[in-house]
């Protein structure tokens, strides 16, 4: 199975920063990777697909990158509706496996 | 406007069994794989099962095999989990979610709750 690690595990932050949370692959999954959002109480929402397009709606101060087994996510200037926790998921192959979440707090 | 609405959640007791189910509309339900992912209390993501537009390609986490069977009602937009010899393990939060191109999930529902203790 293929393991997906995120760094940091937490990350504090004040609005107005730009943040980035890593995510690797323990094997080359080229661009099959995307991030999503969640918020306590809800469902996950979709960032990024195939490592660097933006899911439909999502603002442009989100941006992926990344591929084979390194990947980021970058968030360019904070703003307080951003202050959630981040999961990356793979789907190059069988089992697809998320990483562990980043939480991103406020300052 | 695409939605996805689980229900049948519940508590229940180790080794006891349970049917969950998600109501689909909004988009061709037919034409679109469709996945299970859950998340325990407290806990990240766990992707469970997939399942292929016709039903005909199922696949499990191993977690899993042999206890969920993931099934599929083209003609009532529907999308059901079977689970079986259920554990303590399973409590989560179940959520259906429709598959995209390159295997990622842009629509979740937003989840029933399937408790296991005694």
Same mark, same amino acid.
């Given at each position: ?10 990350? +504090?932050?004040? $609005?107005?920063?730009? $943040? ?20 306590? /109480? ?12 933006? /899911?439909?709606? $999502? ?6 990158? /990344? +591929? ?30 998320? /990483? ?8 | ?7 049948? *959640?519940? %508590? ?6 349970? !049917? ?17 992912? !859950? ?13 292929? #537009?016709? *039903? ?10 042999? !206890? ?13 989990? #079977?689970?079986?010899? %259920? !554990? ?21 529902? #937003?989840?029933? %709750? ?5």
């Amino acid at each position: 199975d293929i393991q997906m690690t995120q760094s940091p595990s937490t990350l +504090s932050a004040s $609005v107005g920063d730009r $943040v980035t949370i890593t995510c690797r692959a323990s094997q080359s999954i080229n661009i099959w990777l995307a991030w999503y959002q969640q918020k306590p /109480g809800k469902a996950p929402k979709l960032l990024i697909y195939k490592a660097s397009s933006l /899911g439909s709606g $999502v603002p442009s101060r989100f941006r992926g990158s /990344g +591929s084979g087994t390194e990947f980021t996510l970058t968030i360019s200037s904070l703003q307080p509706d951003d202050f959630a926790t981040y999961f990356c998921q793979h789907s190059n192959s069988y089992p697809y496996t998320f /990483g562990q979440g980043t939480k991103l707090e406020i300052k | 406007d695409v939605q996805l609405v689980e229900s049948g *959640g519940g %508590l229940v007791q180790p080794g006891d069994s349970l !049917r969950i189910s998600c109501a689909a509309s909004g988009f061709t339900f037919s034409t679109s794989w469709m996945t299970w992912v !859950r998340q325990a209390p407290g806990k990240g993501l766990e992707w469970v099962t997939n399942i292929n #537009q016709e *039903g005909s390609a199922k696949y499990y986490v191993d977690s899993v095999k042999g !206890r969920f069977s993931i099934s599929r009602d083209n003609a009532k937009n529907s999308l059901y989990l #079977q689970m079986n010899s %259920l !554990r303590a393990e399973d409590t989560a939060v179940y959520y259906c979610v429709r598959l995209d191109n390159s295997g990622y999930m842009a629509y979740w529902g #937003q989840g029933t %709750l399937v408790t296991v203790s005694s």
